[in-house]
Structure formats: C-alpha cells, structure tokens
C-alpha cells in the first residue's frame, strides 16, 4: 500500500470545515447507541434497552445541524468485548473505515458510570493503538454515560473521577488530556439534552483544531477511498459503452466489483491478522499481570502470617517472662 506498513502512524488527510465524522466504540452496555442517538436527536441506532436488539455491525447516521453543519456518526458493535473474536473485530473495523472514507474527526470512547471499568476495556484500547498508531489517541474523546445516576446521588463528574477512577482510566484520560464529558441519555430536558451535545460538539472542534484541521486517516481510508472512487468511475464510464451488449457491459460491472471486493477483502485479513497478534500478546500480558498481582498477594499473605506468627511468639515470650517474674516474687515473699 503505497510502501508504508500498518505499523505507521496514520497520516492526516484533508477535511471538509461542513461535516464532521465521529465514531462511538466501547463495550456492550455502556450505552453507545443511546449516546449516538442523543447527538442525531433521533432514535436512530438500536438501544440495548429497546426491545429491537442491540448493535449488531457497524452502522452510520447523520444529522444537519442549525448551522447548517453535517454530523455524522458511526455506532461500533462492542469491538471492547473480548469475547469477540479477531475475525469479527478486524471485519467491523475495515467496515467502519469504509463508511468513513474522508477520515474520522474524533473517536467517541464510551464508559458509563455505573459500571466497572475492566482490564478488557484497558486491552481493548491498547488493541486500538497497536492497529492504527499512538495518534490516536489525539482524537479520543472519553464521553460518561449515567449522568442521571450521578444526578440522583447529588455528584458531579468530578466528584465520581475523584471516588472511583481507576489507574487505568486514569491513563486513559492523561492521553486524550483529559477530553471528557457527562451525558444523560435518559433525561426529557430539552435544554439539557442541547448543552451536553454542544459541550461534546465543542471538544470535536477542540481536537479538529488541535490536529491541524484535518481529521484521522491512514493508509486504509486512502487505499479504500481512492479504491471506490475507481469503481464509481468505471461503473460510470461502463453505461457509456458503445458497441457492447447489454450482457458485455454487466460483466464488466461484475468483474470491476469483484476487483473492489478482492481488495476489501485482502486489507480485511491484514487488519485481522494484525489484530489477532496484537490480542494475544494483550491477552499474555493480562495473564503475567495478574500472575504478577496473585504472586504479589501471596507474598503479601505470607508476610501477613510471618508477622502474625512473630506477634504470636513474641507474646508467649512475655507471658513467659511475667510468669517467671510472678514466681521469682512469690519465692522472695517465702523465704522473707
């Protein structure tokens, strides 16, 4: 592709200032589709609390703004779950590049805020920066779920980080600079609903500007762009045949489509194969870390009874010394 590797950091591509791309990804359940159809305003993505189903492939909607401008917003199946296989993952990935040919102006990371954030979560972001680059981390927004959970109990944002932020999203939030907003994707207030889409809307600017302009693209959205444009060309030019059957031209169509395809499908299987190396040296990773941590706990423990035990020994030694004091007095009182 071009002789760059997918090891390379993404390049940046040019971006239109009318239309901004943002893509939702995080695990099932932490509200992704609810919080993509809170920005369109519209119940346009399947809610896991709707009874039609959750997300099942990626999938894109858009919305025009009062100003004018374009948003559009693809919802991501829960590529953080690890039950999900590399295969699956790698095809939704290539999938979500499709959609956004012109590049992604931010990456929408869910959590919610009544859940607890995993050591998958932490893999599954790692697994995002072996496969596209440390750039990535440039575009990320960390966007809570929950606010009306936090609501009930009278605390803000802040007060959750500070009580139940973890190390790991700690870490998350150092990279991305602390990018971050609340949202209520319950809530029936109409000014509230507005001013968390702005505050996102205002952090998407936030990291377009801070990127030069230009949304997140790579070596993938170039060769799928410039691959699909070719098709859309030939397609064209092909109904302007003259002196071909109507047959002729069809199979032509066929053969070009079937060109676009091969290529889909062979950046697919790179994509997976990468994925698949980069999920296992995570998965070994979590293995030694928590190997590391039992190791750890068990020392811990031994330490704990070791001391528990010198406690124990040095007590007996005392009850010993009072008891031979107690009988050395009661000699003495004797022979007075």
Same mark, same amino acid.
């Given at each position: ?5 997918? &090891? ?24 992704? =589709? ?10 346009? *993505? ?8 959750? %997300? ?10 009062? &100003? ?7 919802? %991501?199946?829960?590529?953080? $779950? *690890?039950?999900?296989? =590399? &295969? ?29 954030? %995993? ?101 993938? *959205? ?31 169509? @066929?053969?070009?489509?079937? %060109?676009? &395809? ?14 698949? $190396? ?20 068990? @020392? ?37």
């Amino acid at each position: 592709m071009g002789g760059s590797s997918i &090891d390379d950091d993404w390049e940046l591509a040019s971006s239109s200032n009318d239309s901004r791309t943002v893509v939702l990804v995080g695990r099932t359940g932490n509200g992704k =589709s609810a919080t993509g159809n809170s920005i369109l305003g519209r119940k346009a *993505f399947k809610s896991k609390c709707s009874s039609s189903g959750i %997300t099942s492939t990626c999938e894109l909607q858009s919305t025009v703004l009062s &100003d004018g401008q374009i948003v559009n917003v693809i919802d %991501t199946p829960g590529l953080f $779950d *690890f039950s999900a296989g =590399s &295969d699956f993952v790698g095809k939704e990935i290539v999938k979500c590049i499709d959609m956004a040919k012109d590049g992604i102006h931010a990456v929408l990371v869910v959590f919610s805020v009544r859940t607890r954030f %995993t050591q998958e979560e932490k893999a599954a972001l790692r697994s995002l920066q072996t496969l596209f680059g440390d750039k990535i981390v440039n575009y990320m927004i960390v966007v809570f779920t929950g606010g009306d959970s936090l609501e009930e109990d009278e605390e803000t944002l802040d007060d959750y980080l500070g009580r139940e932020c973890p190390e790991p999203l700690q870490e998350i939030l150092a990279l991305c600079e602390n990018r971050c907003v609340l949202f209520d994707n319950r809530t029936k207030d109409e000014r509230k609903k507005f001013e968390q889409v702005q505050q996102l809307l205002s952090l998407v600017n936030t990291v377009i500007s801070q990127n030069g302009g230009r949304p997140y693209a790579d070596e993938l *959205f170039t060769e799928l762009k410039e691959g699909a444009k070719k098709l859309d060309t030939q397609l064209r030019e092909a109904d302007s045949l003259r002196g071909y059957s109507k047959g002729e031209i069809l199979e032509f169509k @066929k053969t070009m489509q079937q %060109t676009y &395809d091969s290529q889909l499908k062979r950046i697919t299987e790179m994509v997976e194969s990468k994925l698949k $190396d980069a999920t296992a040296r995570l998965e070994k990773q979590l293995a030694e870390e928590q190997t590391a941590r039992l190791n750890a706990e068990e @020392k811990a423990k031994q330490a704990q009874l070791k001391s528990e035990d010198e406690i124990r020994k040095l007590r007996e030694h005392l009850e010993m010394a009072h008891e031979e004091l107690r009988k050395r007095g009661e000699n003495r009182c004797a022979i007075l």
